[in-house]
T-cell receptor, first 117, second 111 residues
Framework: DTGVSQDPRHKITKRGQNVTFRCDPI?????LYWYRQTLGQGPEFLTYFQNEAQLEKSRLLSDRFSAERPKGSFSTLEIQRTEQGDSAMYLC???????????????FGPGTRLTVL | TQLLEQSPQFLSIQEGENLTVYCNSSSVFSSLQWYRQEPGEGPVLLVTVVTGGEVKKLKRLTFQFGDARKDSSLHITAAQPGDTGLYLC???????????FGAGTQVVVTP
């Protein structure tokens, strides 16, 4: 395991369809984060998990968005009834829950580029 | 309103020149990270700073955390085309679990 992986890398869908993305964090990391990034902007926080518990959700995360991390390992992000405004790069990151410097760093996957037509 | 303000938004320089980008906030952070991101990829962590006044060097890159832990700078010496990318700062506090990002500085280094 050399890093965070995300699948798929690209997704094109029609408005109104549901999509699901998967993130596999670095194996010993118990914190997992989801971000959304649009062109020319920094990543915007969506939600994060500590093990299987979802500890915080951004107001950006409407009712159409749901994230899970059922066994504290991989996570899924589902968007229902997609809208054109959902088009963005969806990034996943993980970090260890440790004292000191290591616990303050997060490592990103390559992202999933979503295009809603 | 962005919690972390990055400046400039865009910087275009010639190979061999120096550059500095800034990350400012009115909030105090327990740590601040700098990332570089290339098109179509996720951000790659460059450095984490945690102590006020801290200076870290990574080859031609020098990172400084402000004394009050509210701001940071990234200085690149003798920039190369491979330094081209979106430079992002992110920060967190001890009471947060999450990280907040700035909007980024797009750096273009031309040969």
């Amino acid at each position: 395991d050399t890093g965070v992986s995300q699948d798929p890398r690209h997704k094109i869908t029609k408005r109104g369809q549901n999509v699901t993305f998967r993130c596999d964090p670095i194996s010993e990391h118990n914190r997992l984060y989801w971000y959304r990034q649009t062109l020319g902007q920094g990543p915007e926080f969506l939600t994060y998990f500590q093990n299987e518990a979802q500890l915080e959700k951004s107001r950006l995360l409407s009712d159409r968005f749901s994230a899970e991390r059922p066994k504290g390992s991989f996570s899924t992000l589902e968007i229902q009834r997609t809208e054109q405004g959902d088009s963005a790069m969806y990034l996943c990151a993980s970090s260890p829950q440790r004292a000191g410097l290591a616990g303050k760093e997060q490592f990103f996957g390559p992202g999933t580029r979503l295009t809603v037509l | 309103t962005q919690l972390l303000e990055q400046s400039p938004q865009f910087l275009s320089i010639q190979e061999g020149e120096n550059l500095t980008v800034y990350c400012n906030s009115s909030s105090v952070f327990s740590s601040l990270q700098w990332y570089r991101q290339e098109p179509g990829e996720g951000p790659v962590l460059l450095v984490t700073v945690v102590t006020g006044g801290e200076v870290k060097k990574l080859k031609r890159l020098t990172f400084q955390f402000g004394d009050a832990r509210k701001d940071s700078s990234l200085h690149i010496t003798a920039a190369q085309p491979g330094d081209t990318g979106l430079y992002l700062c992110a920060a967190t506090t001890d009471s947060w679990g999450k990280f907040q990002f700035g909007a980024g500085t797009q750096v273009v280094v031309t040969p």
